[in-house]
């Protein structure tokens, strides 16, 4: 399906195709049990490849956790990640010294830059009852100018995020959720000073939308020459440009245009991704993403001499203090807790 409006349309898989600044985005959805004493699942583990859960046995995941669902530590170079928990839980530990507990709508922006080692766990602190978890893990490519600099923690708190809210003319609901870019009046909080979305002429935006059954809403023009991603995630059917699209694709649309959405019968939810391309080579391996096999290949070197910091936390999969709510440390040592004053 091509026209003016709709270049492309794709299902989605479990790691999301994206375009240029973004490398890709993987949507965690995990129903996970009760949990433990140790904060991992009460349930049976067998059957699972652990160290390498995938498969989503019985709707869940143990991903490379032996005990707590999530990533042990790892290292990044080259790129940024950004996390939007809807749902549950995540335990950040790093290199740095920094550390926090963010969930229920709150974002982490991480620049790795010239290198970090972190980790993010999924504890699952309710023994009474389910441990649901949701998440986006967004990469965001960084310019050759920016590979190197220095690593930045940040949290968007989920009170201070922008929400745009809107109507149709038959009163049906549309919510946007501004994570990066701005939506009329409504700008975003600030990104890491080394960001590729630092700079509004990039056009970078990272946009949840919600649209109530039956809602009408278009989607505003933005500017020619960038690269721009709808994603209908939740949902059952919508139509864009006259042509019904059904949940689980995406629409790669052309930002010069507006793009009026109708959706269908149930609720509707997408997530948009645009931003002008860095237009420069991209070589991965691994958790590193540079502009030649030489970096890489530096890179490695670099992580084996340096371990990029080392590791400050007695244990590779840390999860924190069952009893603490949300925060960040820095590695500074300030302490952010939202709603605490």
């Given amino acids: 399906m091509t026209h003016a409006l709709v270049n492309r349309i794709w299902p989605l898989d479990f790691q999301w195709q994206t375009a240029d600044p973004f490398l890709f985005c993987v949507h965690h959805e995990d129903f996970y049990p009760k949990g433990n004493a140790q904060h991992g699942p009460q349930a049976s583990l067998a059957g699972r490849e652990m160290g390498n859960d995938f498969e ?43 550390a926090g507990r963010y969930g229920g709508g709150d974002v982490q922006w991480l620049t790795a830059g010239s290198g970090v080692q972190h980790s993010e766990m999924f504890p699952l602190l309710r023994a009474d009852h389910d441990n ?56 975003a909080l600030a990104p890491p000073p080394n960001s590729w979305a630092a700079r509004a002429d990039h056009h970078i935006a990272i946009w949840l939308i919600k649209l109530e059954r039956g809602a009408h809403w278009t989607l505003p023009a933005a500017v020619p020459g960038i690269n721009r991603n709808l994603y209908f995630f939740a949902g059952e059917s919508l139509r864009l440009a006259g042509d019904e699209i059904k949940v689980k694709h995406c629409m790669a649309l052309n930002p010069a245009l507006d793009a009026m959405i109708e959706n269908g019968n149930a609720e509707a939810q997408l997530l948009l991704l645009q931003g002008r391309p860095i237009a420069e080579p991209v070589v991965s391996y691994g958790p590193f993403v540079m502009n030649t096999r030489a970096e890489i290949e530096q890179a490695y070197a670099d ?39």
């Fill in 56 to 98: 989503g046995i019985d709707g869940w995941r143990m991903y490379h956790g032996q005990v707590v669902p999530g990533f042990p530590v790892h290292p990044h170079r080259g790129f940024e990640t950004v996390t939007i928990v809807r749902a549950g839980l995540v335990d950040h530990a790093d290199s740095l010294g920094a």
């Fill in 303 to 341: 992580y084996r001499r340096t371990r990029f910091g080392g590791w400050p936390w007695p244990r590779r999969d840390p999860v924190h203090d069952p009893r603490r709510g949300r925060f960040a440390l820095y590695g500074d040592g300030r302490v952010e807790e939202p709603g605490v004053s």
């Fill in 132 to 187: 649901p978890l949701e998440l986006f893990q967004i990469w965001l490519n960084l310019p050759a100018a920016n590979k190197m600099v220095a690593p930045h923690f940040a949290m968007f708190w989920r009170d201070a995020i922008p929400m745009v809210r809107a109507q149709d003319n038959a009163g049906r609901q549309i919510e946007v959720e501004v994570i990066a870019g701005a939506l009329g009046d409504a700008r």
